[in-house]
């Protein structure tokens, strides 16, 4: 058994897509999954795996979360072994020690294209950093909330699916 994160996109959102926690737990118990653990409301759900490739995981979370809400739910799996090398890589290591700014990290369903970063750095106002690293881009911003650099607009430059957790859960979620 292996273990993962499955992060969700968009869900329990400005009242989108609501999701009650118990109810993903027991999804992703119906499909095998063991040890099925949530963290917060924004779509982290934490498990163990036979299943070793994460691209299997994520289109059987995808079919399953279709069929049972209605609705498609965009995920992107990653296992514990992977969140501890984006943290190990963190290309900011002063903001996760006092910067005002704050960390986001944005996981991407693929390799981003490099040649492509300057349109997302384009919109970076100031004391807005990003960085990508092969399926991961890495943002400091004060206010994610603010910055033109959504998820959406990610995917659309990038032709990636992309969803974004702040550092803290990033780090949460590898020690449960």
């Known amino acids: 058994m292996k273990r993962y994160v499955a992060f969700l996109r968009g869900i329990n959102v400005s009242g989108q897509k609501l999701i009650k926690m118990d109810a993903?737990?027991?999804?992703?118990?119906?499909?095998?999954?063991?040890?099925?653990?949530?963290?917060?409301q924004s779509g982290n759900v934490i498990f163990d795996s036979k299943?070793?490739?994460?691209?299997?995981l994520r289109n059987m979370i995808e079919k399953h979360l279709l069929a049972e809400l209605g609705y498609e739910v965009s995920t992107i799996v990653r296992s514990i072994v992977e969140l501890e090398i984006i943290i190990n890589q963190?290309?900011?290591?002063?903001?996760?020690?006092?910067d005002t700014r704050k960390l986001h990290v944005t996981m991407l369903a693929g390799e981003?294209?490099?040649?492509?970063?300057?349109?997302?750095?384009?919109?970076?106002?100031?004391?807005?950093?990003?960085?990508i690293i092969g399926t991961e881009l890495y943002m400091i911003t004060h206010s994610y909330g603010n910055s033109k650099l959504s998820n959406t607009f990610v995917e659309k430059k990038l032709g990636l699916t992309a969803?974004?957790?702040?550092?803290?859960?990033i780090n949460k979620v590898v020690k449960l």
């Open 24 to 40: 993903l737990k027991a999804m992703f118990s119906a499909l095998g999954f063991e040890s099925v653990v949530t963290y917060i």
């Open 51 to 56: 299943e070793k490739d994460t691209a299997k």
């Open 90 to 98: 963190n290309p900011f290591p002063a903001v996760a020690v006092g």
């Open 112 to 131: 981003a294209d490099k040649a492509k970063e300057p349109l997302l750095s384009a919109v970076l106002v100031e004391d807005e950093e990003m960085h």
């Open 163 to 169: 969803t974004t957790r702040n550092w803290a859960t």
